[in-house]
Nanobody
Framework: QVQLVESGGGLVQAGGSLRLSCAAS????????MGWFRQAPGKEREFVAA????????NYVDSVKGRFTVSRDNTVNTGYLQMNSLKPEDTAVYYC?????????????????WGQGTQVTVSS
């Protein structure tokens, strides 16, 4: 069972950048599709981005297209979410998740493995 640990969150001013990392415990992570979700206070968990095991296919929620980039380095079992031009509405706890299929899903329930989350706060 793969374990995921996020890092890289923090406080940043609007327009700034952060890069989140998601380190996986298992080498088999390289065969998993990886997703990023976020949850703001009082809101449901929201899909942000996902990437297939090969890195060939990606998917983004419309609100982050052109600002966020999802990537992975399977040699070190780590996924990344580069976040640029951050806005106050991006403030949330960000989670990485994994599923052992080649198909991207935007539904949180389709991901059995989750990290503990990392807080991202964007000040105006």
């Amino acid at each position: 069972q793969v374990q995921l640990v996020e890092s890289g969150g923090g406080l940043v001013q609007a327009g700034g950048s952060l890069r989140l990392s998601c380190a996986a415990s298992e080498r088999t992570f390289r065969t998993y599709t990886m997703g990023w979700f976020r949850q703001a206070p009082g809101k449901e968990r929201e899909f942000v981005a996902a990437i297939t095991w090969s890195g060939i296919s990606t998917n983004y929620v419309d609100s982050v297209k052109g600002r966020f980039t999802v990537s992975r380095d399977n040699t070190v079992n780590t996924g990344y979410l580069q976040m640029n031009s951050l806005k106050p509405e991006d403030t949330a706890v960000y989670y990485c998740a994994a599923r052992q299929t080649v198909v991207i899903s935007t539904t949180a329930a389709q991901y059995p493995y989750w990290g503990q989350g990392t807080q991202v706060t964007v000040s105006s």
